[in-house]
């Protein structure tokens, strides 16, 4: 049974910084990429960032790139959502998030090929 229990979310002020955390079992973590995906209010769901299976290549999203950092300890069986100079429009549920489809160990944009989702983890950003 996979499981992705996602930790860290907060209210946070504009600027501010916050740290996600994704403790995976149930599956061999290091054989597979990872990825960050959040859902706003009333918006469709965003692919954030992925991370491939052994972490040297990592991908952002347009409205994130530069501000968060993704990143892994498979030896933890972890994945990191570092968030910096978060934004009032990242407010959000974010979900720690599995790929599903071959090559598993190879990240790629969108949200299709993850398959297997947390429970989510808000972050709030607001004055």
């Known amino acids: 049974e996979v499981q992705l229990v996602e930790s860290g979310g907060d209210l946070v002020p504009p600027g501010g910084s916050l740290r996600l955390s994704c403790v995976a079992s149930g599956f061999t973590f290091s054989m597979y990429a990872m990825s960050w995906v959040r859902q706003a209010p009333g918006k469709e769901l965003e692919w954030v960032s992925g991370?491939?299976?052994?972490?040297?290549?990592?991908v952002y999203a347009d409205s994130v790139k530069g501000r968060f950092t993704i990143s892994r300890d498979n030896a933890k069986n972890t994945l990191y959502l570092r968030l910096n100079s978060l934004k009032t429009e990242d407010t959000a549920m974010y979900y720690c998030?599995?790929?599903?489809?071959?090559?598993?160990?190879?990240?790629?944009?969108?949200?299709?090929?993850?398959?297997?989702w947390g429970q989510g983890n808000q972050v709030t950003v607001s004055s």
């Open positions: 991370i491939s299976a052994n972490g040297a290549f990592t």
């Open positions: 998030a599995k790929k599903s489809t071959p090559p598993t160990g190879l990240a790629t944009r969108g949200v299709d090929e993850y398959g297997s």
